[in-house]
């Protein structure tokens, strides 16, 4: 059995940046408000003409590329996204195409697991590698969230962003840097599903004129409960990686939270009395972006000198699902 390492990443954004003094013009919200409740100060929103599968290629090829992997060498394509192109073909088998590998005929599936995306694929991703399905696997974690969200509800709106983030994973490398994925978690309880939500468009509530009018196609999320339970579910996921690596916050190389709340991180910062200098944030800029969040920061860390070679770089993430996870790679 090989383990799993990752090669490169890739990251992008649209071009389009909404701020929170354009919400105030058209919401009853002001900047100040945003700010202090969330940290977040503008998100990206995608083009009209621009769906999940074009923000993962631009992200994928900027992962391929810092990998120095040609797109014909992938075997395996996972997109973590909630808000795929379609319901069905998967957002990944778009990408395949799109990556000029239609006729490869390498599998290719989408995963949903809300802002957890990306550690549940890199996750499925490290298993195959490991399990020697699989030699060069191409992860990404994509949303438009513009596309899911009621822009007239001031409760939601202004949380979201669209982006998103990439990496190339593989065997341990002999030719080239890799980070070892040392240890990667999953969690899920369908007990809290109805804290972040999507009410209609699926098979129990498909899309009629009613659903529509009663704007049920938008996200909907309990914020208070979604908020206590990030904060138990950081420190927790945080305490608990560093135990099982016997890590003191002077061994962490960085710590990339999911990009939710700027006050989640900072009660979780508080409880666990680590260094501030050790976390990656990046929220202010992109607001949530749900699957992307991790792989974004992950990414600007990376090609920012953050991430410190030989350290563990611990990654972790919560949503709808309600799901968490984490993943500790050596940097
Ligand atoms: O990726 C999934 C993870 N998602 C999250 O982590 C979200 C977690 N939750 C949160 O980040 C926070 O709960 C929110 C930012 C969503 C809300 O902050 P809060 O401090 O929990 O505010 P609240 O929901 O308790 O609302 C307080 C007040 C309410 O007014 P009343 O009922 O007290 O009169 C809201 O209507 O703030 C009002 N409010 C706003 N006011 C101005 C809600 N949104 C806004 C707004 N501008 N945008």
Not at 246 to 260: E, K, S, Y
Request: proline share 5%; net charge neutral; aromatic share 6%.
């Amino acid at each position: 059995m090989c383990s799993a390492a990752i090669y490169g990443t890739g990251a992008y954004v649209p071009h389009k940046t909404l701020t929170n003094e354009d919400f105030s013009r058209t919401l009853d919200t002001t900047d100040e408000w945003i700010t202090t409740r969330t940290g977040i100060k503008e998100r990206r929103i995608a083009a009209p003409d621009q769906a999940t599968s074009d923000l993962c290629l631009h992200a994928a090829r900027a992962a391929l590329k810092d990998a120095g992997i040609a797109p014909r060498d992938l075997d395996l394509i996972i997109v973590g996204t909630i808000t795929p192109d379609y319901p069905t073909p998967s957002t990944a088998c778009i990408l395949q195409q799109k990556l000029g590998l239609g006729d490869k005929t390498i599998p290719c599936f989408d995963l949903s697991a809300a802002c957890s995306g990306f550690i549940y694929a890199l996750t499925t991703a490290s298993a195959y590698i490991t399990a020697g399905l699989a030699a060069r696997v191409l992860v990404v974690g994509s949303e438009a969230t513009s596309r899911i969200v009621d822009y007239s509800d001031r409760r939601t709106c202004i949380l979201f962003g669209d982006g998103a983030g990439a990496a190339v994973l593989g065997p341990p490398r002999t030719d080239g840097p890799s980070h070892k994925v040392l240890s990667t978690r999953l969690y899920a309880d369908g007990n809290h599903a109805g804290l972040i939500s999507i009410p209609a468009g699926g098979s129990a509530r498909p899309a009629s004129r009613e659903t529509c009018d009663s704007k049920l196609h938008y996200i909907r999320l309990n914020g208070r409960e979604v908020f206590r339970f990030g904060v138990i579910k950081v420190v927790e996921m945080i305490k608990d990686a560093m135990a099982r690596h016997n890590l003191m916050p002077a061994d962490v190389g960085a710590i990339i939270p999911h990009q939710a709340n700027m006050r989640i991180i900072e009660a979780a910062v508080e409880r666990l009395a680590l260094p501030w200098d050790l976390f990656i944030i990046n929220l202010q800029r992109y607001g949530n972006t749900s699957s992307a969040s991790v792989p974004l920061a992950l990414d600007e860390a990376s090609r920012a000198g953050r991430l410190v070679k030989g350290k563990p770089v611990i990654m972790l993430a919560f949503g709808g699902g309600m799901t968490w996870a984490s993943a500790v790679v050596e940097w």
